[in-house]
């Protein structure tokens, strides 16, 4: 079965910077988009970031566009989120989630347990 794994998250200053990953299983990785959602304290999910299968486009929320880069290693079967800059406001559990296919854009399936980040002087 899909199981996703995130992990890299934790406590940071504003401005500082991190790396996400989530490593794949029970699936072919390199067949499906993936992304980045996350949800902060009292709020709904948010998309953060996607990328299609092979990593040749990828889009980002407004609110992290220029700060955040996306990116996967289909030979590790793994995903990452790496956040520079990093604000208050960014302070949320983070999750990878699988497409239902090659691009991103539809629906997705499941997400991993998720990672807390906190950014926070």
């Known amino acids: 079965q899909v199981q996703l794994v995130e992990s890299g998250g934790g406590l940071v200053q504003p401005g500082g910077s991190l790396r996400l990953s989530c490593a794949a299983s029970g699936f072919i990785f390199s067949n499906y988009a993936m992304n980045w959602v996350r949800q902060a304290p009292g709020k709904g999910f948010e998309l953060v970031s996607a990328i299609n299968s092979d990593g040749g486009r990828t889009t980002y929320a407004d609110s992290v566009k220029g700060r955040f880069t996306i990116s996967r290693d289909n030979v590790v079967n793994t995903l990452y989120l790496q956040m520079n800059s990093l604000k208050p406001e960014d302070t949320a559990v983070y999750y990878c989630?699988?497409?239902?296919?090659?691009?991103?854009?539809?629906?997705?399936?499941?997400r991993g347990q998720g990672t807390q980040v906190t950014v926070s002087s």
């Open positions: 989630a699988r497409y239902y296919s090659a691009n991103y854009g539809g629906s997705y399936g499941s």
